[in-house]
């Protein structure tokens, strides 16, 4: 299992594909021969190029709301409410919406943009430092993946599903807070002393952040390998959908945690 928006839609995808009958299969046994083109419509499964063509897609779009976000920063406050509203949208769907989720990744986009734009005019060179270091992350969580080195258990996902799920409220409520009292009331802000050494509450917040993020990548990952064969072709949009989020989460974070040490 993914994370929470991934795992309830490919759930509903393996749920339905339906094991035939005797009676079912005695019918399509006996039935005319239907054509190749039809069998495909009718049976084409998920394939390992569907989500790499989904997910070049996706986060196409959203560089190009990236690069809309990047001279025009003052758009990123209402691009991220909403993106977070279409994502949750996504997420409830009992089917992928195409049109959706390239909507999503359009406001999502003009979010990141922005955001780094601004990140940028404080610390030049952060946005660079933070792009390199998610593809770094990204290629070694894949690496772990790949050669069976961290592996998904239902204990282990159980446990990461309730840590994402605690540290989104955790985010929103945060979130809230400052925006109300002008970032007065910000739990990332507060200093704290470890060993003698000052520091803001922040640099821990976004530490755990960036590891939770990371290993959503591994779950993203392991659903996609047991889902391959198994789930229609049109799950591989929430396929695309889960990495883009799991992305633009840890290229936030790093971004945020690169900020603390320039600092």
């Known amino acids: 299992m993914s994370n929470p928006l991934m795992g309830r839609s490919v759930r509903q995808g393996m749920n339905s594909v339906q094991t035939p009958s005797a009676d079912e299969l005695n019918s399509m046994y006996m039935a005319p021969s239907a054509t190749t083109e039809h069998r495909v ?13 989904k997910s070049l897609l996706s986060f ?13 920063p003052m758009l ?37 943009g922005g955001i780094s734009k601004i990140f ?11 792009v390199l270091a998610t ?11 790949k050669f069976r080195v961290i592996r998904m258990s239902p ?10 799920g605690g540290y989104a409220i955790f985010a929103l409520i945060n979130f809230a807070f ?14 704290i002393s470890i060993m003698g050494i000052n520091m803001p509450l922040g640099v821990l917040i976004s530490g755990v952040a960036v590891i939770l993020a990371a290993l959503t990548l591994v779950s993203d990952f392991d659903m996609i390998e047991k889902s391959v064969g198994r789930i229609p072709e049109k799950y591989s949009w929430m396929c695309a959908f889960s990495l883009m989020t799991s992305l633009v989460w840890l290229y936030v974070e790093i971004l945020r945690i690169l900020s603390y040490f320039r600092d």
């Open 120 to 130: 940028n005019m404080q610390y030049a060179g952060i946005v660079m430092q933070a």
């Open 76 to 112: 990123a406050l209402p691009a991220c409410i909403i993106a977070l509203v279409l994502g949750l949208i996504n997420g409830f769907k009992r089917e992928p919406s195409p049109v959706l989720i390239l909507t999503f990744a359009v406001f999502e986009g003009v979010f990141v």
């Open 155 to 164: 204990k282990f996902t159980k446990f990461l599903m309730l840590a994402v």
């Open 41 to 53: 419509q009718q049976d084409r499964m998920m394939t390992y190029d569907d989500v790499y063509m």
């Open 60 to 72: 196409g779009v959203l560089l190009a709301g990236a690069a809309v976000g990047w001279f025009v």
């Open 178 to 191: 400052a925006m109300f009292s002008g970032g007065s009331m910000n739990a990332r802000t507060i200093d």
């Open 135 to 145: 593809l770094a992350v990204f290629g070694l969580m894949f690496a772990l993946f």
